[in-house]
């Protein structure tokens, strides 16, 4: 039973645009957030992260928001860039678990068009 | 700067062989995974462990163990190598505490003929 599920496996975008990432979570008790960028032949490196008292966390040109009540979060990347273009991982934690299972989902590979 | 290395980028093993993937981290981190990463079905955990000697078996421990004799370092064992496990296999570590992320080494493609 996934967990945590990214539904688009890929997505194009034109340079310069917004790119938006999907990613929806079943268990209630998820409570911190993570997304991840993946090269190929590289490990994940970790992009940006929100606890889920907020609904909203900025860096720079990313920006991730969570929504609760649908179970559902988001990566907006603006302007996206040709760099951009990687596979794109989220990933939940129940917090107060105490563990630190973290649960990916199954990633979206996003490329940016120059 | 955290640095969680795995001591091979790439490698190929035949069916039956005992392979051992290692991995350690510098930043005196006590919780370390090991993953495996197949087209369309994301990171799937295979084994963690909390503190030395401890260890326990994550979503996907069949066909392998593990080994924790030194904080620093886990060590990932497929006891007798089979084609299935031919991957991308990711160790990461993570701090004890709060809303802490996980760092992740460059991966080892493994292949298995």
């Known amino acids: 039973d996934q967990q945590v599920k990214q539904n688009s496996p890929s997505l194009s975008v034109q340079e310069g645009r917004i790119s938006i990432l999907n990613c929806d979570y079943t268990n209630s008790m998820f409570d911190y957030f993570l997304w991840y960028k993946k090269y190929p032949a590289e490990g994940p490196t970790f992009l940006i992260s929100i606890s889920s008292i907020k609904d909203k966390n900025e860096d720079g040109r990313f920006t991730v928001f969570l929504n609760k009540s649908a179970k559902h979060l988001s990566l907006h990347i603006v302007p996206s860039q040709p760099g951009d273009s990687a596979v794109y991982f989220c990933?939940?934690?129940?917090?107060?678990?105490?563990?630190?299972?973290?649960?990916f989902g199954t990633g979206t590979r996003l490329k940016v068009l120059a | 700067d955290v640095k969680v290395t795995q001591s091979s980028r790439y490698l190929v093993k035949r069916t039956g062989e005992k392979v051992f993937l290692e991995c350690v981290q510098d930043m005196d981190h006590e919780n370390m995974f090991w993953y495996r990463q197949d087209p369309g079905l994301g990171l799937r955990l295979i084994y963690f462990s909390y503190d030395v000697k401890m260890k326990e078996k994550g979503d996907i421990p069949e066909g392998y163990s593990v080994s924790r004799e030194k904080k620093e370092r886990f060590s990932l064992i497929l006891e007798s190598a089979s084609t299935n496990q031919t991957s991308m296999y990711l160790c990461?570590?993570?701090?004890?505490?709060?809303?802490?992320?996980?760092?992740f080494g460059q991966g080892t493609r493994l292949t298995v003929v």
């Open positions: 990933a939940a934690n129940p917090v107060t678990s105490g563990t630190y299972k973290y649960i």
């Open positions: 990461a570590s993570i701090l004890r505490g709060m809303n802490t992320e996980a760092f």
